[in-house]
């Protein structure tokens, strides 16, 4: 049989197993050739476990060389030295400063953008309540505690501030029947008013050229009135919508720099602390932490000795610079 004749016959296609739908879980099935890298990889461990048992179990604990004076081992483990040379302190006093220019740098152009977004919260009339009042304040319209904390934390309203609740008009009452009298008469002033239906009488058109009175003059005009302020009613729902998009932007936004101004200044304040630490004079350790919302600018020479009080480690989370005071040297 010649080979054209042998290709030209149909063959069956042998594919490969695959994998059981209840274990499908384990994906695809493992073949042959995935098993001899498997078995490779795992007998290429055990072997240098071997290797590594052998050479403990040969080792002379009475072997010395002159080298192992200038090693050293921490907790058993001999640690190499990778020949680094320290760099003099006055490089790395440059170097902090420079890294405490770059931190200064960007914390003002950070205070600049925080100040652009206080201005334009400053400038809506809706910040804290709206103008409309059919917006009841449990709606989208209302500040949540953690829009008003970044408001108070921005300086944009006062601490503190919290909205005056309404007035309330206490009347006492001789008996139970004039309460009962009294809470009818309160009740009845609260109902809604009854809306008052205009029907219109509808006019045929007989196709007489007829002399428009004034009456349905006024009717027309009252019309159009009316779609006109169907018109302005919906587009001042969209601004308004659009207004509350706006302002939970912007608050949204100052929150995060304000969070990030917190950050560079303690950045800041540790690498000025670093610097000073590595430089001269005789100095004492206040407090390990920060107190959480502690003004930065307190003059540290003023602080009380015995007010300094040692806290716990701070949290990696939420650091906090450290406080040191130092001592008064007379300059020549």
Known sequence: MTSSLRNSLHRRNHKERSQLSHRAKFGILEKHKD?????????SKQDRIT?????AADRNKDEF???????RTVQGVHVKDRGNISMPMDMV???????????RTMRANGI????????????????????DDNIEDDGEDALDETDLETLREAGIIPPGTKQRPPPRHIIFAENEV???????????????????VDVERTEVDLGWKTVESASSRRRRKNKCSAVVSTGIVEGAEETRQLNVQNRKRLLKELAARLKRDTQLRYTQRELEMQRLLAGKGGRRKLRGVEEVGA??????DEMDDAAASKTSKADEKDYK??????RIERKR
Not at 35 to 43: G, L
Not at 51 to 55: A, E, G, N, T, V
Not at 94 to 103: A, H, N, R, S, W
């Open 178 to 196: 004039e309460a009962k009298q009294l809470s009818q008469r309160q009740s009845s002033n609260k109902a809604k008013p009854t809306i008052e």
């Open 93 to 103: 006093k440059l170097l902090k400063t420079q890294d405490e220019g770059y931190v």
């Open 35 to 43: 098993y001899v890298q498997r078995a490779r990889d795992y007998h």
């Open 51 to 55: 290797r590594l048992r052998q050479k």
């Open 65 to 71: 060389y002159f080298g192992m004076n200038k090693e």
């Open 112 to 131: 600049k953008k925080i100040e652009r977004i206080k201005s334009q919260l400053t400038a809506l009339a809706n910040l804290i309540a709206p103008q």
């Open 295 to 300: 003004e930065n600018d307190e003059d540290e």
């Open 321 to 326: 610079p450290r406080v040191y005071k130092w």
